[in-house]
């Protein structure tokens, strides 16, 4: 059983893992370090682990160039979104029954239901604000976990199941897996280099995105073994009935 279900066991763990990793970040090392508002916040904000999160930030400072970057990344990932949304629209219309669309994407769906429920929730309790006030703003906004961070990750990553469906070659598929993991790399990296997150910020987007992308093709380790294990009593009950003479 652990065996065969390792993928739950693991996202279970990281799942624990980015609890008690946001327990952390209300509880030890609390410090004002974050910036202050003009109208709320005049004091800074309070932020945990503050002494790892401040001698990050004095090593990194801010880069744009990298925020703009990973800005471009975020609004690939919600594009990639869109499409898979449009795939399985077009299925469950053309194959007018919702068990009829491909299980790797219902799982997707499921998945992103998810990762928006997680991020409202972080929205609506705020464990951090950004180390730094960004351009045009007057107050610091959320930042724990970093969204793009967590977005990204597990879209692109997610996105591999899809490969065999879009691509046939071999190489073409490998060109995609390896550009796909890139993608959510660079993005990670990107972020924490950018400097408009703390680097705990984006330690637990990449804690979260694991719990869930390892739940996710757990999903679809399990859908494929009920898929395989359907066609084989399938083709059996017609070898059966070959034998019989019922079918030809």
């Known amino acids: 059983m652990l065996k065969k279900y390792w993928k739950f066991w693991l996202a279970i763990f990281f799942a624990v893992l980015s609890a008690v990793w946001t327990v952390l970040l209300l509880k030890v090392d609390v410090a004002m370090i974050g910036p202050a508002g003009e109208e709320t916040f005049t004091g800074g904000t309070a932020v945990g682990l503050s002494t790892f999160n401040a001698s990050v930030r004095d090593v990194i400072g801010v880069n744009y160039g990298w925020f703009m970057f990973t800005e471009a990344m ?68 959320p930042s724990y976990p970093s969204s793009h961070t967590m977005v990204c990750t597990v879209v692109f990553v997610s996105a591999i199941a899809m490969i065999p469906e879009y691509f046939k070659k071999r190489g073409a598929q490998i060109f995609v897996r390896i550009f796909l993991i890139a993608q959510a790399s660079v993005t990670v990296i990107g972020r924490a280099l950018s400097g408009v997150h703390w680097i705990t910020d984006i330690i637990g987007g990449v804690l979260i995105s694991a719990a869930l992308l390892l739940a996710y093709y757990g999903a679809v380790e399990v859908a494929k073994r009920y898929d395989d294990r359907k066609a084989a009593e399938r083709e059996a009950r017609l070898q059966q009935w070959r034998e019989e003479g019922i079918i030809s």
Do not use: H
């Not at 972080?122 to 107050?139: D, L």
């Open 74 to 141: 975020g609004v690939l990932a919600i594009l990639l979104i869109g499409a898979f949304a449009f795939s399985g629209l077009f299925q469950l219309i053309t194959r007018k029954s919702f068990l009829e669309v491909d299980k790797k994407v219902l799982a997707m769906g499921v998945l992103y239901i998810l990762l928006m429920g997680i991020y409202l929730l972080f929205q609506e309790k705020i464990i951090n604000y950004r180390p730094v006030i960004m351009p045009e703003m007057t107050e610091p906004e």
